[in-house]
């Protein structure tokens, strides 16, 4: 829309008197700036006189107290299998043990209806932090009831079954090839990546060392024939590279390449093990990376003494940030993997000039939105992209003063002054509280849920702290 044009557009919601972020081309931060939604659209941002002009609204919200932004993009979140277990897994237990004794064999414990609850307990956290699109691990075994609870929701969203090929430990089943392909032909079936759909299926294998060639192949010909995405975890700690050095003669990335896998359409979870020659193919092949700076650190991967994060963003590689699964990283707030994201290398390579706030807070929204393939439409506050904003409650003391706002949303600020969320027009956070379900209901069935999963699992509760 013109601005300028002289007959008034009527729209939904107009947001005056703010200060707006707009992550544009230009990166402008509008003092005394509106936005204004129409539908599912943001149809102006300006300056409030000029924008208030074009415009009649049917409701006005007076921006003073908010500072708006795009939505957060989490590129990697484990929505089942986790948040309804979140915190039962020891936090001093190796990677071996805690995936394949505890992570893994509890997903198995939830029910289809424990997957709606988790993917929606995902979703709120997500929300009420800021948090309006998100990709998908890849582990859901009830895509269907997870989809109808996102639906109900209301957030954006890329979701994935559950698919490998290969098994590598007893116990552990895995699918043959033909029906791993045909569970991803038929989930993308059922929710394309049509237009404008809010939630979709891509094909995203669980990867690492589970996946046969064929399988490889075969999900990233799918996602090329159904304009998708294709996404997988790798190399997060060295046994990824050891074993494709032993079982294909290459390192992960290279042997992947060989097979036509990595481009323009991909990305890939962890690359915390990675070498110069693997962040030369990504940079080649324009794959994007998920980074997931909270797994990091709480699951000792030592991406601070082996990470090459730095040198992959400054050969141009699309690298996004990710929250993983809640005994990962046991919050799901992207502002705070945010602040980690900014500091990490900082320190471990002794230089302030490594990921500036600025550069962070791209990452976890325009780099997000390419990352999904959804940059015409998600992550930055211009006209004729989705409606997909946060009004962060500047009357808080983090958030005061405010003299920097993109330091202030990085270093200081984090989900806890997120008021108001809109995704696709429709204020789902309203005054901290989500306007699509009933939050008090929720958590009381979330927790019974959660007693039931770890009763049925007969796993151990071990704390420290003796519990009298
Ligand atoms: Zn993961």
């Given at each position: 829309m013109n601005p300028s044009q002289s007959v008034p557009v009527s729209v939904d919601t107009l947001i005056v008197h703010t200060l707006v972020v707009t992550m544009n081309a230009e990166r402008h931060v509008i003092r005394d700036g509106a936005v204004a939604i129409k539908g599912d659209r943001i149809v102006a941002v300006g300056k409030s006189d000029v924008v208030e002009a074009s415009v009649t609204a049917r409701e006005v919200i007076d921006g003073r107290r908010f500072v708006v932004t795009p939505g957060l993009v989490n590129s990697h979140i484990h929505?089942?299998?986790?948040?309804?277990?979140?915190?039962?897994?020891?936090?001093?237990?190796?990677?071996?043990?805690?995936?394949?004794?505890?992570?893994?064999?509890?997903?198995?414990?939830?029910?289809?209806?424990?997957?709606?609850?988790?993917?929606?307990l995902a979703a709120l956290e997500m929300m009420k932090s800021g948090t309006t699109c998100f990709l998908e691990g890849g582990t859901i075994n009830h895509i269907d009831a997870v989809v109808d609870g996102l639906n109900e929701i209301g957030i954006r969203g890329r979701v994935g079954a559950r698919v490998s090929d290969l098994s590598n430990k007893p116990g552990n089943p895995a699918e043959s090839t033909d029906a791993a392909i045909k569970i991803l032909v038929d989930e993308m079936d059922r929710y394309p990546c049509a237009d404008g759909a809010r939630v979709a299926a891509w094909p995203i294998l669980i990867g690492h060392t589970i996946c046969s060639d064929d399988l490889w192949r075969a999900a990233k010909q799918l996602s090329l024939e159904r304009n998708a995405g294709f996404s997988f975890h790798m190399s997060p700690v060295a046994f990824d590279p050891e074993w494709f050095l032993a079982n294909r003669g290459r390192r992960p990335l290279e042997h992947l390449n060989?097979?036509?896998?990595?481009?323009?359409?991909?990305?890939?979870?962890?690359?915390?093990?990675?070498?110069?020659?693997?962040?030369?193919?990504?940079?080649?092949?324009?794959?994007?990376?998920?980074?997931?700076?909270?797994?990091?650190?709480?699951?000792?991967?030592?991406?601070?003494?082996?990470?090459?994060?730095?040198?992959?963003?400054?050969?141009?590689?699309?690298?996004a940030i990710g929250t993983d699964g809640n005994n990962a990283s046991n919050y799901s707030?992207?502002?705070?993997?945010?602040?980690?994201?900014?500091?990490?290398?900082?320190?471990?390579?002794?230089?302030?000039?490594?990921?500036?706030?600025?550069?962070?807070?791209?990452?976890?929204?325009?780099?997000?939105?390419?990352?999904?393939?959804?940059?015409?439409?998600i992550g930055s506050l211009e006209p004729g992209k989705k409606a997909d904003l946060v009004l962060h409650d500047t009357d808080r003391p983090e958030w005061r003063p405010l003299l920097n706002v993109a330091n202030q949303l990085v270093w200081s600020a984090d989900g806890r002054g997120v008021h108001s969320v809109f995704v696709d027009g429709v204020r789902v956070i309203d005054n901290y509280r989500c306007t699509t379900i009933d939050e008090e209901q929720f958590y009381r069935t979330a927790q019974e849920a959660a007693h039931g999963i770890t009763e049925r699992s007969g796993l151990p509760h071990i704390s420290q702290w003796p519990t009298i």
């Open positions: 929505i089942t299998g986790e948040p309804l277990t979140r915190g039962f897994v020891p936090d001093n237990i190796p990677f071996d043990e805690a995936v394949w004794k505890w992570v893994s064999p509890l997903h198995f414990f939830y029910t289809e209806e424990d997957e709606r609850i988790s993917a929606q060989d097979l036509g896998v990595l481009g323009e359409n991909v990305i890939i979870t962890h690359l915390v093990h990675v070498n110069d020659a693997e962040v030369s193919l990504l940079a080649q092949t324009r794959t994007s990376v998920s980074h997931c700076p909270t797994t990091a650190l709480k699951v000792a991967y030592g991406v601070t003494q082996i990470g090459l994060f730095p040198e992959m963003a400054d050969q141009g590689v699309n690298v707030d992207l502002m705070r993997a945010t602040y980690l994201v900014a500091g990490l290398f900082k320190d471990a390579r002794r230089s302030s000039k490594i990921f500036p706030a600025e550069q962070a807070y791209a990452m976890a929204t325009l780099n997000g939105a390419k990352g999904l393939m959804l940059q015409d439409q």
